[in-house]
């Protein structure tokens, strides 16, 4: 491997970065299993080596946190991921539903300097088809205040930032519809099934379930 680290370690440490990056509670070991698709006792025998590496704290049947080199450990998985996506997307013919099973094996192989040749090739992109931002190789994240689009009352006016690779069929979904990193959208109604915006300058108003509403995040 490029930097000497384990894809199974950089897997677990990408998986603890993610869930928190986007909501404050951090991850247990029962839903880190969950996220890897792994057997709980696999979860905790490499939780204990990643402790014992100074990358993670960890108590007992307690959340996993990263420590400062475990998350700078992380980010590098994060950046080279989310460069590959984009990459794949803007240089090779990808559609963005497309892109995350085939970074997931890339991510693991690349080398430090193609990479710096694909973010220099890019221009430096700072986020990836998806709207997540690409850390920096100094380490930093960019970030924006934000609020999920579930969670946005009737009358929110925000553009998306982010919107989750998880189902490749919602993100087939919504780019038909128009919705996509950048847009513009307004919340006319917040029901209980459902999510009814407005987007960009398109008056027509597109009912979003609440499911699909869960995955996309806009500026507060």
Request: net charge negative; no cysteine.
């Amino acid at each position: 491997m490029p930097n000497g680290q384990s894809p199974a370690i950089e897997d677990y440490l990408k998986t603890v970065y993610a869930h928190t990056e986007w909501q404050p509670d951090p991850i247990t070991p029962s839903a880190l299993a969950a996220a890897l698709g792994v057997a709980p006792s696999s979860v905790t025998e490499m939780v204990k080596k990643l402790a014992a590496l100074g990358l993670v704290s960890h108590a007992p049947y307690r959340a996993v946190r990263l420590t400062d080199e475990g998350r700078a450990r992380a980010l590098g998985v994060v950046r080279r991921h989310r460069l590959i996506e984009t990459w794949l997307v803007h240089e090779m013919g990808y559609a963005w539903d497309e892109v995350h099973d085939e970074a997931e094996v890339l991510e693991h192989a690349i080398s430090d300097r193609l990479l710096e040749a694909i973010d220099d090739r890019l221009g430096r992109p700072s986020r990836d088809p998806h709207g997540d931002p690409i850390p920096r190789a100094d380490g930093t994240v960019p970030t924006e205040p934000f609020v999920l689009l579930a969670d946005a009352p009737a009358g929110h006016l925000g553009r998306v930032i982010r919107i989750s690779d998880r189902d490749p069929s919602v993100l087939r979904d919504l780019d038909d519809a128009g919705i996509g990193p950048g847009v513009e959208l307004r919340v006319t109604d917040a029901s209980p099934l459902a999510i009814t915006v407005a987007a960009g300058a398109d008056p027509a108003e597109r009912a979003l379930a609440r499911e699909v509403a869960e995955a996309i995040w806009v500026t507060a």
